[in-house]
């Protein structure tokens, strides 16, 4: 893909950081140890599909930059997020929960930049002694299309997106 998956996980960052977590695209522990808040590093951990239609066709659609027709390919697919939640040694681990749960509130109630959550998950607060760090996951199952726009052209896969609908 080109980097359509990449786009939403960081769209769920920036949803995250717009209802009050330091929220990034996931790293490492090293990063996360600079920190002096709970942070949320988050990453798309699992991406399950299953076929959208006949072969996968859609149907026809314009494409939004040149107004030309094509034709629509997709697949219907959960994707799972996981966010580690990363707090430091001081905060302790109230603070790695407080920041867990604000992030399950926002996913559960907003969606995950534009997919409808089917599940949210929270895993045990857990010392890692070799980091210095509090660390709680979470994990996020949505609903989703997986959808590309064929080249009239060459044929070729184009506009790769993820897309979803909250109701």
């Known amino acids: 893909m080109n ?8 769209g769920v960052a920036e949803q995250l950081r717009q209802a009050g977590l330091n929220a990034v ?3 490492d522990c090293a990063a996360a140890a600079r920190w ?11 991406v399950a599909c299953a076929s959208g239609g006949f072969q996968d066709y859609l149907g026809v659609g314009k494409d939004p930059e040149t107004g030309r027709e094509g ?11 996981a ?31 534009g997919l409808p959550a089917l599940e949210v998950r929270m895993g045990r607060v857990e010392f890692l002694e070799r980091d210095g760090l509090y660390r709680q996951e979470v ?9 590309a726009r064929a080249d009239g ?7 790769f997106e993820v897309k979803g609908r909250m109701e």
Request: aromatic share 8%; proline share 1%.
């Open 25 to 27: 695209a996931a790293m």
């Open 36 to 46: 002096r808040e709970a942070v949320a590093a988050v990453a798309v951990s699992k």
């Open 153 to 159: 052209d060459t044929g070729a896969f184009t506009d």
């Open 139 to 147: 994990a996020c199952r949505c609903g989703a299309w997986l959808t």
């Open 3 to 10: 980097g359509a998956l990449n786009a939403w996980r960081d």
């Open 71 to 81: 034709e629509v390919f997709g697949r219907r697919a959960e994707l799972t997020l």
């Open 83 to 113: 966010l580690d939640i990363f707090a430091p040694r001081d905060g302790g681990g109230d603070a790695c929960r407080k920041a867990a749960e604000a992030a399950v509130e926002c996913l559960a109630w907003r969606g995950a930049a």
